[in-house]
């Protein structure tokens, strides 16, 4: 893992160069020599605090902009290592995997429920749709009035803004993905 002087030296350059800024013009801003601006992003510096607030304010950023660690693009998600969300005594588990923590407007959920188990939903946020596809058993969904049966290889589409419910009526542990869409 990078040093916090490794994160702030790759913070403040992308930060400088997604503002399209020179070195020149953010030593201006900032009050900040461009000697002092080269050596903090080759990571060299040992940035004081008001320097750092110095940065952060010439580049209109917040202050966490310049400390943040980077998300990497790929992410390995372990089932085994997640606590489930238990509903029906536990008769089903709901692994929250990629949850909308970013406004990413989605989550994506695995979830087992054992034989004979019964879940029921309460609406989510005005117009978001639940996408699930079934990878083992056969699971009934109620919603709106309508009951749908959706068995292994199938995969079902519908508005989860309104009470719904899951029901396992297989005769083994049915296993599904979900994803809600938040629009």
């Given at each position: 893992?990078?040093?916090?002087?490794?994160?702030?030296?790759?913070?403040?350059?992308?930060?400088?160069?997604?503002?399209?800024?020179?070195?020149?013009?953010?030593?201006?801003?900032?009050?900040?020599?461009?000697?002092?601006?080269?050596?903090?992003?080759?990571?060299?510096?040992?940035?004081?605090?008001s320097?750092?607030?110095?940065?952060?304010?010439?580049?209109?950023?917040?202050?966490?902009?310049?400390?943040?660690?980077?998300k990497?693009?790929?992410?390995?998600?372990?089932?085994?290592?997640?606590?489930?969300?238990?509903?029906d005594?536990?008769?089903v588990?709901?692994?929250?995997?990629?949850?909308?923590?970013e406004?990413?407007?989605?989550?994506?959920?695995?979830?087992e429920?054992?034989?004979?188990s019964?879940?029921?939903?309460?609406?989510?946020?005005?117009?978001?749709t639940?996408?699930?596809?079934?990878?083992?058993?056969?699971?009934?969904?109620?919603?709106?009035?309508?009951?749908?049966?959706?068995a292994?290889?199938?995969?079902?589409?519908?508005?989860?803004?309104?009470?719904?419910?899951?029901?396992?009526?297989g005769?083994e542990?049915?296993?599904?993905?979900?994803?809600?869409f938040?629009?």
């Amino acid at each position: 893992m990078d040093s916090m002087n490794l994160i702030v030296a790759k913070n403040i350059r992308r930060l400088r160069e997604e503002n399209k800024l020179s070195m020149d013009e953010l030593s201006k801003l900032s009050g900040v020599s461009k000697s002092m601006l080269a050596q903090i992003e080759r990571g060299e510096g040992n940035p004081t605090l008001s320097t750092l607030w110095k940065l952060s304010n010439g580049m209109k950023v917040p202050f966490d902009a310049l400390t943040v660690r980077p998300k990497t693009p790929y992410e390995i998600v372990k089932t085994s290592e997640i606590q489930p969300l238990l509903e029906d005594n536990g008769k089903v588990k709901n692994y929250s995997i990629f949850p909308d923590d970013e406004n990413r407007r989605f989550a994506v959920y695995y979830l087992e429920l054992d034989k004979g188990s019964y879940w029921e939903s309460e609406p989510h946020l005005k117009g978001t749709t639940e996408f699930i596809t079934i990878f083992t058993g056969c699971i009934q969904i109620c919603t709106d009035g309508q009951q749908f049966t959706v068995a292994k290889g199938e995969s079902i589409r519908f508005k989860a803004d309104k009470i719904h419910s899951y029901k396992n009526i297989g005769d083994e542990s049915a296993i599904l993905h979900m994803i809600l869409f938040n629009p």
